[in-house]
C-alpha cells in the first residue's frame, strides 16, 4: 500500500481530512485523489476516501462529479445513507426540492432508523410544507424514536412558526381559533424542553 514517497492512503486520507476541515479544500481534493489511486483492489478504505473526495468536490462546486461518485458508492454499497443524503441535499440546494423529497422518500422505506423520515420533515419544512413534514416527524416518534430531539425540534418549529403567522392576521381574542393558537404555542414551547431534556446541548431548542 506504499507510493509516492511511502505515503500510504491512509495517511493521505487523514491530511485530506486536515484540509477539508482547514476549507484547504484544493488541497484535500489533491490529497483524497492521490490517497484513492493509491488504495489496492477491495481495500474497504476506498469507499471512505471516495466519500471524502466526493464531498471535497461538492464543496468547490463540482456537484456533478459528486453525484457520480456517491452513485458509484451506491452501486456497492445500496444502503450507504450519508451519499444519499448528499444526494438529496445537491438536489435541494440546486433548487430541486421537491425532487430531494422525494428521493429521501424512495430511500426511507429501504434504510432503518430516523434520518431518512428526519431529512423528509425537514426537507418540506424548508419549503414550508407544514403537513408533510408534520406527518414525517411524528412518524419518527411514533414508529421509530419516542424521544427524539430532532423529531421534538421540527414539530415544535412547525407548530411556533403556524402559530406565529396565525398571530399577525389580528385573530379575535375571544374567539375559538385564538385559544387553539395559545393551544399551538404552549405544545411548540413544551416540546422545546422535551427536545431539550434529552439533548441538553440541542441549541435549536433553546
Known amino acids: 500500500r506504499q507510493f509516492g514517497g511511502d505515503i500510504t492512503p491512509d495517511l493521505l486520507n487523514n491530511k485530506g481530512v486536515i484540509h477539508y476541515c482547514s476549507a484547504e479544500m484544493p488541497e484535500a ?17 476506498a469507499v471512505t476516501i471516495k466519500f471524502n473526495l466526493a464531498r471535497s468536490l461538492e464543496e468547490i462546486g463540482q456537484n456533478e462529479k459528486s453525484v457520480v461518485m456517491y452513485n458509484e458508492i451506491l452501486e456497492e ?18 433548487g430541486k426540492s421537491g425532487e430531494a423529497v422525494q ?36 412518524k419518527v416518534r411514533k414508529d421509530i424514536d419516542p424521544k427524539c430531539p430532532y423529531a421534538a425540534v421540527g414539530l415544535a418549529t412547525i407548530f411556533y412558526y403556524s402559530s406565529v403567522n396565525k398571530f399577525r392576521k389580528n385573530v379575535d381574542r375571544n374567539s375559538k381559533d385564538y385559544q387553539r393558537l395559545l393551544q399551538h404555542m404552549d405544545y411548540s414551547l413544551n416540546t422545546f424542553r422535551e427536545a431539550l431534556a434529552w439533548n441538553p446541548a440541542n441549541a435549536y431548542a433553546a
Open 29 to 45: 481534493v489533491n490529497d483524497f485523489s492521490r490517497a484513492l489511486t493509491g488504495c489496492a483492489a477491495g481495500d474497504p478504505m
Open 77 to 94: 454499497y445500496p444502503g450507504y445513507l450519508d451519499a444519499h443524503l448528499r444526494i438529496a441535499t445537491i438536489l435541494a440546494n440546486g
Open 103 to 138: 428521493y429521501v422518500r424512495d430511500i426511507a422505506g429501504t434504510i432503518q432508523g430516523s434520518t431518512p423520515w428526519l431529512m423528509v420533515g425537514y426537507l418540506n419544512l424548508r419549503r414550508m410544507e407544514w403537513v408533510p413534514a408534520q406527518k414525517a416527524f411524528e
